[in-house]
């Protein structure tokens, strides 16, 4: 286990968890930040209701494998964070194969953020979450047939199953006045594809339903028929806006799999790469709050500086989204501008620094996006949301200081937090990280002008058989990959981009507002259709 000032704190409670549930515990492990507790599946609600509402561990991610051929059985685990102490807490639980409906009991009742991961689980693996409150499917449509699980192992990624007749009931919301807009699931412009349900009382929104998938990729079963080299560029192209800190995480699941010592230079290459991500996709999403709030001065402004930074991206990396530079044990190039990004970086600065007086000196915008769209921190707690959006509702919590990575232990840098919980709150969260992604730049930059020369990738050979958690702060949010690596091959990725779990916050925060603020409300909370739908 990684050693760290908070290592007796964790410890401490996993010694309170033996002392109540030792019978209930098969088996314990540690690696690295991980440690895995094998409990018995019926003990698996208490026990995890007891990190989450005892010793203050959020569920963070939740999936299933199929180990049917090694070990007989498909496992779930329930991913806690211990942020105060850089650790995670996995428990694991197996289910019999013997089972016509094989099942295992909902935790979501006691631990909402659980809803859409244990309906992703009956979809992909055919394992039913008994007492679940909602049980439709989320994934496949009703037009899947059933008795096909894309994840399990036996189910072949070139077949093609056949269309069969079904309907998705979606949820009612009757009574006098009233009614219905449908939005979606095909919407102008380049965004993907989702489908958003109003039931409005006169003008105020009283719910929505939304639903996604529409689109979904099959990227966990991909990575399943991928070399550890070619993953790399899969992981690159998850999510496109992202593909940094998707790429960043994957490669370091895999080199503590390896047991590999990322060259410093190259962590430090990393997080400059990550700040450029964390810019470009920040100041584009003001640009898009300016724009639906119908300040369109502001909105060109930022999207001419978002092009500025792209074009940056290019010249550093040859890629605009900053692809095809990291790989497992470091970098595949250098970066060679130091002095021009510098340079760049000081224009930006003061660039970015103009547009965001002219956003918060404008009283009508200002107006428009005070007290809209709240997002509660009880509601956000309950949902795990993550990244600003989180931040903005009072959720302390940035991976690049509680589970740090790349350089980030190394860097002076201070995580924005407010709970104003509004559109306001959002936007002011993101333009306060954008002023922190330069200076950590800037800090990196004078490591790489002290570090000239120095090595940026180390040969991490043949990858042995073993498991490890990957994880990013991406503009997002947190990114979290986890990796199963046997005879060299990949036995399981499971991918949890922020978009996960920030999309059903978007149902709480239009309550109350009207139809003409969804968009507003939506793009403030800059979620990606494409790294949702995996």
């Known amino acids: 286990m990684k050693e760290n000032s908070d290592s007796t704190d964790i410890m401490a409670a996993v010694i309170k968890i033996r002392q109540k549930f030792g019978s209930q515990i098969i088996s314990e492990t540690a690696s690295n930040n991980e440690i895995y507790l094998s409990v018995k599946k019926d003990a698996a609600l208490e026990i995890c209701n007891h990190f989450y509402n005892h ?74 979450a008994k007492g679940h409150p909602d049980p439709r499917r989320l994934i496949m449509f009703e037009d899947w047939p059933h008795g096909q699980y894309p994840l399990r192992k036996d189910f072949d990624l070139r077949s093609k199953p056949p269309r069969v007749e079904g309907t998705y009931e979606y949820k009612k919301v009757e009574g006098e006045g009233v009614y219905e807009i449908l ?138 989204l900053l692809r095809g530079m990291v790989t497992p044990g470091g970098m595949r190039r250098d970066i060679k501008n130091i002095s021009d990004i510098v340079a760049k970086l000081s224009a930006f600065e003061h660039e970015f620094k103009e547009l965001i007086d002219l956003l918060f000196d404008s009283p009508s915008l200002v107006d428009r996006i005070e007290t809209t769209g709240y997002i509660y921190n009880d509601i956000a707690k309950a949902l ?80 042995p058989s073993g498991h490890a958690l990957g994880y990013t702060e991406a503009p997002r949010g947190e990114m979290l990959y986890w990796l199963m690596i046997v005879d060299g091959k990949i036995e399981r990725c499971k991918v949890r981009d922020p978009s996960f779990c920030n999309w059903l916050a978007i149902e709480y925060a239009v309550l109350d507002n009207i139809i003409p603020d969804f968009p507003l409300i939506n793009k403030s909370l800059s979620l990606s259709y494409s790294g949702n739908d995996i």
Request: with cysteine; charged share 20%; aromatic share 10%.
């Open 55 to 128: 010793l203050g561990a959020q569920l963070v991610m939740m999936f299933g494998t199929d180990q049917r051929i090694s070990d007989g059985v498909f496992t779930i685990k329930y991913v806690f964070s211990m942020d105060l102490s850089d650790n995670f807490i996995i428990i694991q639980i197996n289910i019999e194969t013997d089972l016509e409906k094989p099942q295992f009991q909902s935790i979501t009742h006691k631990i909402p953020a659980a809803n859409l991961y244990e309906r992703e689980i009956q979809d992909m693996f055919g394992l039913i």
């Open 183 to 320: 939005v979606g699931p095909v919407h102008a412009g380049v965004i993907g594809p989702g489908h958003f349900r109003f039931s409005v009382a006169g003008e105020p929104i009283i719910n929505l339903e939304i639903r996604l998938f529409y689109a979904h990729k099959g990227i966990e079963k991909l990575f399943e028929n991928f070399s550890i080299d070619k993953a790399v560029f899969l992981a690159e192209r998850v999510s496109g806006d992202n593909s940094v800190a998707h790429v960043v995480a994957f490669c370091q699941a895999v080199e503590k799999i390896a047991c590999a010592e990322v060259p410093l230079r190259a962590k430090y290459i990393r997080t400059i790469l990550l700040e450029l991500e964390r810019l470009y996709n920040h100041v584009g999403a003001i640009g898009g709050i300016a724009l639906d709030s119908g300040f369109s001065v502001g909105s060109a402004y930022a999207n001419i500086l978002k092009e500025n930074i792209m074009q940056l991206n290019e010249k550093t990396t040859g890629s605009r």
């Open 384 to 463: 795990n949301v993550v990244g600003p959006t989180g931040r903005a509702s009072g959720i302390d919590k940035d991976i690049r200081r509680d589970h740090p990575y790349a350089a980030y232990s190394d860097l002076d840098f201070d995580v924005s937090v407010q709970d104003g919980g509004d559109v306001y709150a959002r936007t002011s969260v993101r333009s306060e990280e954008v002023f922190q992604s330069f200076g950590i730049i800037r800090q990196a930059l004078q490591a790489l002008e002290k570090l000239a020369g120095a090595p940026i990738k180390v040969d991490i050979g043949y990858v």
